[in-house]
Structure formats: structure tokens, C-alpha cells
């Protein structure tokens, strides 16, 4: 039988996500588990939650490197080293060459905080409340060389509500995060494991 899906999570910041799908994956049955946690700021607070958690963690420091395929292909390495099989992009403020989403093609996740394909890019929170708008959420997709356009794996919705700002509507946000990202997790390991059980 294979062993669980090894997953690697990119982050460059605080990593409540990463957080979550850590958590997660102390579930006997999830078919997930996390192998590595990296960083481009070594700063990145997710880094030292990661090791609290018991779960390996490395910066690689984006402007140490000569250009972005010397820092992807540092990050391929440290990644198949760690025999990743599947990328989760969790707060992973950088965009990423057409050549790097290859090489993980149909194996790389992203969360963003907006109701693709409404609000791609960044403020999401900011541009839901200047547009007005009823409804925001996050959405969980596969990442593809289009920035935020991938196909789509799980998506929640929240209201905005009178008297929100940004940091209220995104706490509201981030909770729906936190559920969903798992969940997609979990059925893309699972689809993982039925293909290489057919190949
Ligand atoms: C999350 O809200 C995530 O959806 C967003 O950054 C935050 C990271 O928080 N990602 C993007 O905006 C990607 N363009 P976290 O570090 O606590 O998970």
C-alpha cells in the first residue's frame, strides 16, 4: 500500500493556513501528510509555528538567489529531496515561472481570498468592500501559469456585513479558509493516490 501523500507548503508569512493543514493531517485517516515547510523570508513567522508543530521547515531567502530559476529550482531540490509530491501554496506571496507550475502540474494548490474568478491579485478584502459587493469568500484551485485562474477545487462564501473593514471581513474569511483548504487537500491527495494506483 502507499503511504500518505507527501505535501510541501509554501508560505511567506504568518501560515495560519499552513497551520490548519498541519492540524489536519494529524488525522490518522487523512491521506495527507505534511514533509516540508518552506519559506522565501526567513523571517516568515509560519517558519518557527512549523517546528513547533514537529514539522520541517527551511527558508530559502528569495534575494540571496541570482535570479527566479536559481530560487525555484532551490526549491525543486529541497522539495524532491524531501520526496514532495504535492505543492500547497498557502499565503506564498510570489508569483511563480510557467516553468516551475510545470514541472508540478496537476499537483500544485493555491488558496486566495476572493470568490474566483472575481477579485484576482492582491487587497481582496479592500476591493469587495470599495466595490460594495454582497458576498466574498475564498477559493481553493489548482494553480496554473495564469496568475489565480487554475481550475478551481473548493470554494466558501461569507456575507459582508454593515460596519465591516478590511481586517473584520477577512477574519471572516480566514475561518472559511481554514475549513476549506483541508478539505481540497484531501480530495486532491486522495485523486493523487488513484492515479498512481492505475498508472
Ligand atoms: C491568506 O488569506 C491567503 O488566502 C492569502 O494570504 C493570506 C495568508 O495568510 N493569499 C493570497 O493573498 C495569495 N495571493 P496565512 O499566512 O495566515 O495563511
Not at 82 to 111: D, H, K, P, Q, T
Request: net charge neutral; glycine share 10%.
Amino acid at each position: 500500500m502507499m503511504g500518505r501523500v507527501r505535501t510541501g507548503v509554501l508560505i511567506s508569512g504568518r501560515g495560519s493556513n499552513m497551520g490548519a493543514l498541519i492540524e489536519a493531517a494529524r488525522r490518522a485517516d487523512f491521506p495527507a501528510e505534511i514533509a516540508l515547510v518552506l519559506s522565501d523570508k526567513p523571517d516568515a513567522a509560519g517558519i518557527a509555528a512549523a517546528r513547533a508543530a514537529g514539522v520541517a521547515a527551511k527558508a530559502l531567502d528569495a534575494r540571496q538567489f541570482a535570479g527566479k530559476p536559481a530560487f525555484e529550482a532551490a526549491m525543486t531540490g529541497a522539495l524532491e529531496a524531501a520526496g514532495v509530491e504535492v505543492v500547497c501554496l498557502a499565503g506564498f506571496m510570489r508569483i511563480l515561472s510557467a516553468a516551475f507550475v510545470e514541472r508540478w502540474r496537476g499537483r500544485i494548490l493555491n488558496i486566495h481570498p476572493s470568490l474566483l474568478p472575481d477579485l484576482k491579485g492582491l487587497h481582496t478584502h479592500e476591493r469587495a468592500l470599495a466595490e460594495g459587493r454582497a458576498e466574498h469568500g475564498c477559493t481553493v484551485h489548482f494553480v496554473t501559469a495564469d496568475l489565480d485562474a487554475g481550475p478551481i477545487l473548493a470554494q466558501a462564501r461569507v456575507p459582508v456585513l454593515p460596519g465591516d473593514d478590511a481586517d473584520r471581513l477577512a477574519g471572516r474569511v480566514l475561518v472559511e479558509e481554514h475549513r476549506i483548504y483541508p478539505q481540497a487537500l484531501e480530495a486532491a491527495a486522495r485523486a493523487v493516490r488513484a492515479a498512481v494506483n492505475s498508472a
